[in-house]
């Protein structure tokens, strides 16, 4: 990962209502309808804010027939993290 892949992870962070998104996932996965619930956004608006957090690689869709569940990417989060603490370009 570079610097540009890094600056599109904390621009996707710098929203509040995509840390919220982020932070639900936190525990679990969850489908779209879920997140919907828990915010006063429309499903266009959510699906916005979803976009940007799978390209930027925080979250991974998972198909199943018609519908999406999404789930934290771990792998990025270490690397995140990894980044953070001691200035490592994964």
């Not at 992870?9 to 779209?32: M, N, P, Q, W, Y």
């Not at 499903?43 to 998972?62: A, E, F, N």
Request: hydrophobic content about 40%; aromatic content about 8%; proline content about 2%.
């Amino acid at each position: 990962m570079n610097y540009v892949n890094y600056a599109l992870v904390f621009k996707a962070l710098g929203d509040e209502t995509r840390l919220r998104i982020i932070h639900l996932l936190s525990d679990k996965e969850l489908c779209a309808c879920e997140l919907l619930n828990s915010f006063n956004i429309t499903q266009p608006t959510l699906s916005y804010h979803m976009k940007l957090l799978v390209d930027c690689q925080l979250v991974t869709p998972i198909k199943s027939g018609s519908w999406v569940r999404y789930k934290i990417n771990h792998i990025m989060e270490d690397d995140v993290i990894k980044f953070l603490e001691n200035g490592e370009v994964c």
